[in-house]
């Protein structure tokens, strides 16, 4: 059995030999040169052959490959030139409005996680004594298997949380007897589990990166099963497990509406994608926290955290919207931030006029900022939200509206709850794990079918050389 206290991580990573590191460097710095020439596709072939690059039509919208009782992301109309007619964004879990969920759950005062995750398993909004037994399963359910956080979390730390959160998904399946079992009852039993236990893999992942890199003190707490998943992640990050009740709503919302946006983002296409092959559900979702952790899918939300760290360091004064604009323009410009021309949080793949989770969440934002004094904070990302589409097109000449996403002001959320940038992405898998286990259990139940798309080759055939005559 490995030991925390055995050979040093950084061992582990330096096993080469000089000689073996000398040579892997020579051969790649000589070979790359090759993998541009020979993977290097013209783009007039895409026309040719009607690829749709990234599966989206020539009019950006999506290509379908699916149906899906799950959920609905509305952000377009279309006419009958196929053309896209911009409308207010909408999104639906299972035909539900979000914006109601959400509402009734602030009207309430009450978590919804629980409620929300239910919906997206079962199809049906759950009685009271459904949520109850769920909410109390859950919790039951958040401790992981004896000695697993010692020999698969702290003793393998990684710079990646999410990397670590893919490898402890898929070290579950030696803790499974019918790991294999793809029945919809067993589905099910280790989709709860995953929902159950994916907080605590994730913050027993960040306290290991924190203690093995940044050498700061570790601090393991466990879950209580009494508390609610928003509760939980808020206990498990912070050293002394402490938080208040309208940071832990506040998360609560802010997971409600990551939960699920539908089959067509990356994550939950992968899910169907490595589902319709019949593997295992930890294969499953282990692939789809692959696929979330990209910086052009689930990561994108660090990238608005990123941006906000450069802005405060190159604008003095945050309340200056005038020299606050003079930098979003260098921004467009490629010459802030990472040099992409990009303002994080702003457009989105679908939503054309706005999008629904950032209005709900801007609400909530407000009212955190109000209780704990960071009101100037919240009018900065208020500004670049109003503001920011209109330089944009100054900048570009291009005639766009780009809406504020629900990345912007996740954002703002996680930093007002001291939530470090580490966790950004943790906490989105954290909630759409449920979306995930919603739609392999719809992948199982409906098809039959692997997913097999084409891919036309355009390489013309050529002769084998013998070796001598090369």
Known sequence: MLSINSTSFHDLIS??????????????????????????????????????????????????????????????????????????????????????????????????????????????????????????????????????????????????????????????????????????????????????????????????????????????????????????????????????????????IAMILHAEHGGGNNSTFTTHLVSSTGTDTYSAISAAVGSLKGPKHGGANLAVVYMMHDLKENVSDITNFKEVEKYLRRVIRGEANDGSGLIYGLGHAVYTLSDPRAQLLKKMARKLAEKKGLMDEFMLYDFIETRGSQIFSEETGLDVVLPANVDLYSGFVYNALDIPADLATPIFACSRISGWCAHRIEELASNNKIMRPAYQCVKAEEKYVPLDER
């Open 15 to 252: 096993y080469l030999s000089d000689d073996a590191r000398l040579l892997e460097h020579d051969f790649i710095s000589e070979i790359t040169p090759l993998l541009h020439k020979n993977n290097d596709i013209d783009k007039a072939c895409y026309d040719k052959y009607d690829v749709k690059i990234g599966l989206r039509n020539k009019n950006g919208t999506g290509v379908r490959v699916g149906l899906t009782h799950i959920a609905d992301v509305r952000g377009y109309d279309i006419d009958e030139n196929k053309k896209k007619i911009p409308i207010p964004g909408k999104l639906f879990y299972r035909g539900i409005n979000v914006e109601d969920i959400v509402n009734s759950v602030i009207r309430e005062n009450r978590f919804g996680y629980e409620e929300v995750s239910y919906l997206l398993l079962f199809g049906e909004l759950p009685d009271r004594k459904h949520l109850e037994n769920y909410t109390k399963l859950l919790g039951l359910r958040r401790e992981l298997p004896p000695y697993f956080t010692r020999n698969m979390i702290m003793a393998s730390p990684s710079r990646s949380i999410m990397n670590q959160i893919a490898r402890n998904i898929l070290a579950l399946y030696a803790y499974d007897d019918k790991a294999d079992d793809t029945s919809l009852e067993n589905v099910l039993r280790q989709s709860i589990l995953l929902i159950s236990c994916f907080p605590t893999i994730a913050a027993y992942s960040y306290q290991a990166k924190c203690s093995h890199f940044y050498n700061q003190s570790l601090h393991l707490h466990y879950p209580l099963p009494e508390l609610s998943t928003a509760e939980n992640i808020l206990r498990l990050i912070r050293p002394m497990g402490e938080y208040t009740e309208l940071e832990a709503h506040l998360l609560d």
